[in-house]
């Protein structure tokens, strides 16, 4: 299972001018998007709704990407990739608007979800643009530093948003995402787009070759789901006001787990980084379940990070390198499907569990989720690894 991933030619360079940008672009688009995370179950408890509905509210947008990733994918292999990403940023961003109308749960709950079409769009679009210009042989380290820009988000996205939100209004958060995603769109219109030929049109919306990392992966976010979802409600009621530092320890650990994670994949093989890093990944549940101070939660915060750094990325690059080039969009929006219909799933399902049983139980029922996935990657891993070479 650990073959190299990486061929003998010369390193070729990643660091251009189009990698640059669509980093960046990325980044403000996470920005924008992480910023309401952690806001939005709060705004919706403000609207009357109780935990089970902000997890549907938090969910709901997960599942609307999912329908539309498997559009979007095939459209941006079959139509051509700017026209599709500057579209979901346009949808992405009025939505971001319509929140501030938003008079009740049911009408926030619509808009959420036509949010989750421009941002499955949207996300789904800058992963593909990225795999397009990141040499093949550096995929894995690529696409270590492209997640890192969702890691400097989340760095201090999240605790902006809460920020916002206590010193200022809803009204205020929702103009300042909106604004960030503004200049993506601003961004994303100055990168030189690869020409790819145009796929054939296909019945079968979804890549195969990324079916098994995709499965990894929705396990994996079902722990996520419970941290974006009902973190800032669990700190509260251990009697910590402000989370926001464990989103920042958080990014800070995937930060450095990233990048130095996707490199080794590109060396040793995918097993060195992901089965270490789901095994981090449950224990930093665990920490969780266990956390009754601020040190406790800042503690998971790192170890969570960690994990999650080395597994992303690492099962992102598996699902693109076997694809063809005119495929990469499937392949993307595959990954991404399994990855939304995790953190859609379980934070309806974690709304319910803490409803029924307490946040703390929810938490160690999380470790649940981790485990399939270390299960799953270890039966199926072969497999996977074969697929990628």
């Not at 997640?147 to 206590?166: D, E, I, Q, R």
């Not at 969009?329 to 709304?351: E, K, M, Q, Y």
């Amino acid at each position: 299972m650990g073959a190299r991933n990486r061929t003998d030619s010369p390193r070729e360079q990643l660091w251009t001018r189009d990698f640059i940008l669509i980093c960046t672009t990325n980044l403000f688009i996470f920005c924008g998007f992480q910023m309401l995370m952690p806001t939005l179950p709060v705004y919706a408890k403000h609207l009357g709704g109780s935990d089970a509905a902000a997890g549907l509210i938090v969910g709901s947008v997960s599942v609307a990407a999912v329908l539309m990733r498997p559009v979007a994918g095939q459209a941006l292999d079959y139509y051509g990739r700017k026209g599709i990403f500057l579209a979901g940023l346009v949808v992405f961003i009025s939505a971001v608007l319509a929140y501030i109308w938003a008079p009740s749960l049911g009408v926030l709950l619509l808009i959420r979800f036509i949010h989750g079409f421009g941002w499955g769009a949207t996300s789904t679009a800058a992963s593909t643009v990225a795999a397009d210009i990141i040499p093949k042989a550096r995929l894995g380290e690529g696409m270590g530093y492209f997640g890192l820009t969702t890691t400097v988000a989340m760095a201090f996205a999240p605790a902006l948003g809460l920020y916002l939100t206590s010193h200022f209004s809803f009204t205020v958060l929702f103009l300042a995402s909106a604004f960030i995603v503004a200049i993506a769109a601003g961004l994303a219109l100055s990168i030189g787009y690869r020409h790819i030929n145009a796929a054939k049109a296909k019945t079968f919306l979804l890549e195969k070759a990324a079916l098994r990392p995709a499965l990894v992966i929705f396990f994996v976010t079902m722990t996520y789901g419970a941290v974006v979802s009902f973190l800032a409600l669990y700190a509260a009621q251990q009697g910590i006001d402000n989370i926001g530092p464990f989103f920042t320890v958080y990014a800070i650990a995937l930060a450095v787990a990233r990048p130095l994670s996707g490199r080794l994949a590109d060396r040793r093989g995918f097993d060195i980084v992901v089965i270490p890093g789901v095994v981090l990944i449950m224990v930093a549940m665990f920490l969780l379940y266990l956390a009754n101070s601020f040190a406790w939660f800042l503690a998971a915060g790192i170890v969570y990070g960690i994990g999650f750094g080395a597994v992303q990325p690492g099962l992102q690059a598996m699902s693109v390198l076997k694809a063809p080039p005119n495929r990469r969009g499937a392949a993307n929006a595959t990954f991404f499907i399994g990855f939304d219909l995790g953190i859609g799933f379980s934070s309806v399902l974690w709304g319910l569990v803490s409803q029924a049983f307490g946040y703390k139980a929810m938490y160690l029922w999380t470790v649940v989720p981790a485990l399939l996935a270390l299960s799953i990657y270890i039966i199926i891993g072969r497999r996977m690894q074969q697929l990628a070479q």
